[in-house]
Nanobody, 125 residues
Framework: EVRLVESGGGSVQSGGSLRLSCVAS???????MGWFRQAPGKELEGVAV???????RFAPSVRGRFTISQTTAKTTVWLQMNSLKPEDTAVYYC????????????????????WGQGTQVTVSS
């Protein structure tokens, strides 16, 4: 069974940093991993994605502030969030895109097959 577990959320002041982790289990073939977020009253938004060969893509709103990385075994994915702003406040989810090939760099939630439970990030001004 595919399982994704996020951790690392919390509360920080504007300008601070947080690192989110996502541990994946239950499958062994190549895939892409994405981070998404949902703020109260807003739609789910793609934040960052990394594919099986380490290529990345970021939403314009976080580019230059967030980085995404993964272990060599691709069992853990991190989202390093720097220079956080109040508008980054949201529940953050990791998700797995298991489409064949593992090279996709989609930020569209509908392209993802499995999701974690989410972790809250709150940035105060």
């Amino acid at each position: 069974e595919v399982r994704l577990v996020e951790s690392g959320g919390g509360s920080v002041q504007s300008g601070g940093s947080l690192r989110l982790s996502c541990v994946a289990s239950g499958y062994t073939y190549s895939y892409s991993m994405g981070w998404f977020r949902q703020a109260p009253g807003k739609e789910l938004e793609g934040v960052a994605v990394i594919n099986s060969v380490g290529s990345t893509r970021f939403a314009p709103s976080v580019r230059g502030r967030f980085t995404i990385s993964q272990t060599t075994a691709k069992t853990t994915v991190w989202l390093q969030m720097n220079s956080l702003k109040p508008e980054d406040t949201a529940v953050y989810y990791c998700a797995a895109d298991l489409r064949v090939g593992g090279l996709w760099l989609s930020l569209t939630p509908a392209d993802y097959n499995y999701w974690g439970q989410g972790t809250q990030v709150t940035v105060s001004s």
